[in-house]
């Protein structure tokens, strides 16, 4: 079977990929109607450019119309802001957040980007996501909020850094017990 050969979507997406500005430049002012569409795995190319860090791309394909919130057309459901959050890129989720992104966009499990921000550990992150507006409390589909997913993978600092924006546990209040009203984290120990 002969490989089917790139169609202008994956060239865009490709080129967004690598950082070549030039390129996505003259393919989008060929054909403007490429920033809509999505490559062979479901990723657009803002959403590439957003978790390669390519800011320049980014800032030309948002002012050339791309959709900002738009999810990718895949299992994973992310948009741009996700995508930076998952590659650690403060400043690009800074870029985002700038531009108008949803710091309250939903994933597929209905984590919003706080929970990714949590799941990687980036109170940098989780820090510009609070002060664009995201709720410290947001429950997804299991009704785990970002300290729960912090607690899951044992990041102490994470978790003090969500709880000290109020950020709280689904279990809690119930689930602490009596002697242990002054440390919700008791539990904890218990599953190391």
Known sequence: MTPRPPDDISRLVDAARLGDAARVSDMVGKSPALIRGVDHNGWTALQVAAHFGHAEIVGFLLDAGAAIDAPSENTAGQNALHMSIGAG????????????????????????????????????????????????????????????????????????????????????PWFIGPDDEDDPGWWRERFK
């Open 89 to 172: 890129n403060a400043d690009m989720v800074k870029l985002l957040l700038g531009r108008g992104a949803d710091p309250m966009a939903r994933l597929i499990r209905e984590w919003t980007p706080l929970h990714q921000a949590a799941l990687h550990g980036d109170v940098a992150i989780a820090e510009l996501l609070l002060k664009a507006g995201a709720e410290v409390n947001a429950e997804a589909i299991d009704r785990r909020m970002p300290v729960d997913i912090a607690l899951m993978n044992f990041d102490t600092e994470t978790e003090e850094f969500l709880r000290g924006h109020g950020g709280r546990s689904f279990k809690e």
